[in-house]
């Protein structure tokens, strides 16, 4: 693959990577039930890069545009919202880096408190169905089933989950704690690793758009070939040798013109004198015909 095909196709490949590692952090947000401090932050951290690329096209068909120049290639609003689109996910992705840190053990360990008190079925069965596990710190505590002493051996065991998981051995059956943390985590690094992405390709371009235009241009149109730029070069190369036979036209024509009129009065010279000649040398040939018919006669 060339380098020219590459430096158009990459830009976009990698804006779309990001969207796909945003995307697979919100699914697993969502089968998780992960409590992330910002619940939106994996659909923003999605359809962000997507925002993104096309902007940054847009800006780029700005650079590349006749209107851009050197000096001032992009208008002050369009500049601002590339460094708003720059901003948003430095200022997002930091409300999810405390789930990286032990503290975060505070912020799960309240989210089952809630369901469990809640009676939240969906919630607590969703999160052990998941990750094959029962309970939050150990196989019974706070688990789904949920415990019930009831009288006459009518109650619900708190180890209910674990044996029917481990068939009967709940020593099989591990908490659901550590698996959770373990998702949260790797949930948290594909949101990093999608924003640095956005942000690391969207800082390029802007610090270059502005800095540079030129390298913007070989950028995204790139000469297919090293001896001409492709396409625009040939066009360009039309254009001056129409402009060439045009100018080759009128100075043949000019100088036609200049001969044409530098005849015509020379041919009025030639007559003029011809005129001022003609009355001369008649008057010689009547003197020497007179001459002749004299000595004849004597």
Do not use: H
């Not at 001056?240 to 013109?257: K, N, T, Y």
């Not at 200049?258 to 009547?286: C, H, I, K, M, Y």
């Amino acid at each position: 693959m060339s380098s020219a095909i590459l430096s158009r196709i990459l830009p976009p490949l990698l804006f779309l990577l990001s969207s796909v590692l945003a995307a697979v952090a919100w699914y697993r947000t969502s089968k998780y039930r992960l409590p992330l401090p910002f619940p939106a932050l994996p659909a923003l951290s999605t359809f962000l890069p997507l925002v993104e690329l096309i902007t940054t096209f847009y800006t780029a068909n700005r650079v590349l545009s006749p209107a851009g120049s050197r000096k001032n290639p992009l208008p002050p609003l369009l500049v601002l919202l590339n460094l708003f689109l720059l901003l948003l996910p430095t200022a997002l992705v930091p409300s999810a880096v405390p789930a990286l840190f032990p503290e975060n053990l505070c912020q799960l360990e309240q989210t089952w408190k809630g369901w469990y008190s809640e009676k939240n079925v969906l919630a607590i069965k969703g999160v052990q169905d998941a990750l094959t596990c029962c309970g939050f710190r150990t196989n019974k505590n706070m688990a789904f089933p949920f415990f019930k002493n009831g009288e006459g051996g009518g109650g619900v065991p708190a180890d209910t989950c674990a044996r029917a998981l481990g068939g009967g051995d709940p020593s099989k059956v591990s908490a659901c704690l550590p698996l959770w943390e373990d998702k949260m985590k790797t949930t948290v690094w594909l949101l990093i690793a999608a924003a640095a992405l956005v942000v690391t390709l969207k800082l390029a371009f802007l610090s270059t758009a502005l800095g540079d235009p030129e390298m913007v241009r070989r950028w995204f149109n790139p000469p297919a070939y090293e001896g001409y730029n492709g396409r625009r070069e040939i066009e360009e190369i039309d254009d001056e040798d129409d402009d060439g036979l045009i100018d080759a036209r009128d100075s043949i024509q000019e100088s036609d013109l200049v001969r044409g009129g530098r005849g015509e009065a020379n041919r009025d010279r030639e007559d003029s004198r011809t005129r001022l000649l003609l009355p001369q040398e008649n008057g010689r040939a009547r003197s020497v015909g007179a001459e002749e018919e004299v000595a004849w006669r004597s």
